[in-house]
């Protein structure tokens, strides 16, 4: 079986129509509904965990709530997690899993440091968060870890062609990054779509 073309999830309001099909949105709290959201492109949700303010559970709820009329569209929300603490996001996940759950979107793990070594929780979806050094030491593993449980595995943080290639030959179902904010959209949306050719081209080794 091929393995299926990596997706790339981009933070802009801006349309999306004519761009490059394996292009979603990702949202947060933080962000208005995009046009790229009302144009039907899939969408992830982020917690904000990172954010200057930090994670609010009020935010985060009233955003997913007012997602839902595209929730069909929605790959995989984040269920909040301690980044690079893999013990504390376990421990967490479970109470917050039972939050979220009624509200009917997929639900995304995260991995973070000391995961390789820890269950996996019930989940929908994965999502390879962690420190930089740790991450690049067992993104592979952990990719192959999701598929073997029948699941997909996003990446977050990836902002370089290069970087989207690795973890395409490395089985990788889709990837983020804040790209966009450093360059602008219009350059940005052509570069990243360059970078989707690139790491979708016909691969020798392809997942079975």
């Not at 089985?171 to 779509?193: K, M, R």
Request: net charge neutral.
């Amino acid at each position: 079986m091929s393995q299926p073309p990596i997706m790339y999830f981009v933070a802009t309001g801006s349309r999306l129509a004519g761009q490059h099909p394996q292009l979603g949105v990702i949202t947060s709290p933080r962000s208005s509904i995009s046009a790229g959201v009302r144009e039907g492109r899939p969408w992830i949700a982020d917690c904000d965990i990172f954010s200057k303010d930090g994670y609010s559970q009020d935010a985060y709820f009233t955003h997913l709530e007012r997602m839902a009329p595209w929730r069909k569209a929605c790959r995989f929300i984040v269920v909040p997690d301690c980044p690079g603490d893999g013990e504390g996001t376990l421990h967490g996940y479970y109470a917050m899993a039972e939050m979220l759950a009624p509200l009917g979107y997929p639900l995304a793990y995260v991995f973070q440091d000391g995961a390789e070594k820890l269950p996996l929780p019930p989940c929908d979806y994965t999502f390879i968060g962690g420190t930089n050094d740790w991450r690049m030491r067992h993104a592979a593993g952990l990719i192959q870890r999701a598929h073997d449980a029948g699941l997909g595995c996003h990446v977050g943080r990836v902002n370089s062609g290069k970087r989207l290639a690795m973890l395409a030959q490395a089985g990788a179902d889709s990837a983020d990054g804040t790209y966009l904010s450093y360059v602008g959209v219009e350059q940005g949306l052509a570069d990243v779509t360059r970078w989707l050719q690139e790491a979708n081209q016909p691969r020798l080794l392809q997942r079975s």
